[in-house]
């Protein structure tokens, strides 16, 4: 009798430590994120993940108390993750429909982008607004990535329909200064910033009016099931804005 009840003690207490243990574990185990090279916003730089966002995401998920990583990657590579659920989330992501059949986005954006068109100066090509005016010139951009409505349905139906891919924005640029494309669609900053790091900027034009401000956000795997992760990002977010922080940090970063 005493020795069944040793067991049941043994056994109980090995229940209690698996409910208490394994929680605690789960919750240190760290987020795994992803993202692109995308300076000024997020991109490594000599081994180091760096930039505004960078910033912003970090700091939420510090005051969740919550570990991340964070993997530089192709976009459609990271795309790939999130669909799969390799990865936790994936930022800095514009929304569309396919997107949100495996992603959960955040409701507060995380940071609102400016998409412009780009040519070299001596590019005889005017905007007036309306893409359906540059049907006939060579565009460039990235792979996978989504520019807002305005210019993936243009490219969707074919008003632009001379459209070359390019992994990441430093190539797209470095195609455009060679004369392999005509326009570069970008945001805008990540734009000026890698013509700030060739020290080109004397060479390029930004083309007037913009083209859209799109915001973007964070979004997580569906497959991992973080809605609850999701939800606290959010809270954090939004009460970052309304303190004065996350306006704080972006002043911080682009001084």
Same mark, same amino acid.
Not at 89 to 112: G, N, Q
């Given at each position: 009798?005493? %020795?069944?009840?040793?067991?049941? /003690? ?40 760096? +930039?505004?966002?960078? $910033? ?6 510090? !005051? ?12 459609? !590579? ?11 989330? %994936?930022? /800095? ?5 396919? !997107?949100? /059949?495996?992603?959960?986005?955040? /409701? ?43 210019? $993936? ?15 990441? +924005? ?19 900053? +990540? ?52 303190? +004065? ?11």
């Amino acid at each position: 009798m005493e %020795i069944g009840m040793i067991k049941l /003690t043994l056994k109980n207490a090995l229940c209690l430590f698996i409910l208490l243990f394994l929680p605690l574990k789960l919750m240190s185990q760290p987020l795994q994120l992803v993202t692109l090279q995308y300076p000024p916003y997020e991109y490594q730089e000599n081994g180091e993940i760096k +930039g505004v966002v960078i $910033d912003l995401v970090t700091e939420i998920f510090n !005051r969740m108390n919550k570990p991340i990583e964070i993997s530089v990657l192709p976009w459609a !590579r990271a795309l790939d993750y999130i669909e799969k659920g390799s990865a936790d989330a %994936i930022f /800095t992501a514009y929304k569309t429909p396919e !997107r949100e /059949t495996f992603a959960d986005y955040s /409701t507060e954006v995380l940071m609102p982008q400016v998409v412009s068109l780009f040519t070299n100066k001596d590019a005889n090509i005017s905007f007036d607004g309306h893409l359906k005016q540059l049907k006939d010139v060579n565009f460039g951009v990235v792979n996978k990535v989504s520019y807002g409505k305005k210019v $993936d349905l243009a490219i969707q139906r074919k008003v632009l329909s001379k459209v070359q891919k390019a992994n990441s +924005g430093e190539l797209n640029m470095k195609k455009l200064l060679a004369g392999r494309i005509d326009v570069l669609v970008s945001n805008k900053y +990540g734009a000026w910033d890698i013509l700030k790091k060739l020290n080109k900027q004397e060479l390029v034009t930004e083309l007037s009016p913009e083209v859209q401000n799109v915001p973007s956000y964070m979004a997580f795997s569906k497959k991992r099931n973080l809605t609850h992760i999701r939800d606290k990002f959010d809270f954090i977010l939004k009460e970052m804005k309304l303190d +004065g922080s996350y306006n704080k940090i972006i002043k911080a970063y682009f001084k």
